[in-house]
């Protein structure tokens, strides 16, 4: 299975030191390990510009943004984005509201049938009324 992993995901495992980390976040980085070892981790454009952002000092940023293109990215397609707009559209008759960028996650995940590794637990609400995956649930 092909996971697309979320920012806070990624956060935990190249922007947090690992001795800060709690047993849980701990836990989660070692499950990305392994996904990113067994060639199933995936990211999207929006994912590697929310994790270089913010970074104050150049040599870190580099060092990131070289180990992030190893990952090649999904192509997002016109048909991604008018996804994204209708699960928008359908989350929020059901009373659920999300950011531009959660949706397009969702509807690129939805449309290749891969898991979503996250830890923003808006996706769980998305997901009841969406049907998505999320990966370790």
């Not at 000092?57 to 990215?73: I, N, P, Q």
Request: with cysteine; proline share 1%; charged share 30%.
């Amino acid at each position: 299975m092909t996971v697309l992993v979320d920012t806070p995901v990624w956060s935990l495992a190249l922007r947090r030191r690992q001795g800060d980390l709690n047993v849980r976040e701990q836990g989660l980085t070692r499950a990305l390990e392994e996904l990113v070892r067994e060639g199933r981790a995936q990211i999207m454009g929006a994912i590697r510009q929310e994790l270089l952002s913010g970074i104050r000092e150049e040599e870190h940023f580099h060092k990131l943004r070289d180990y992030l293109r190893a990952f090649e990215e999904p192509g997002i397609e016109v048909l991604d984005y008018e996804e994204a707009a209708h699960m928008h559209n359908r989350c929020r008759t059901r009373g659920i509201a999300g950011s531009a960028i959660d949706f397009l996650i969702c509807a690129v995940a939805k449309r290749r049938d891969w898991h979503i590794f996250t830890t923003d637990h808006d996706f769980e609400r998305y997901g009841r009324v969406l049907g998505l995956r999320l990966y370790g649930q």
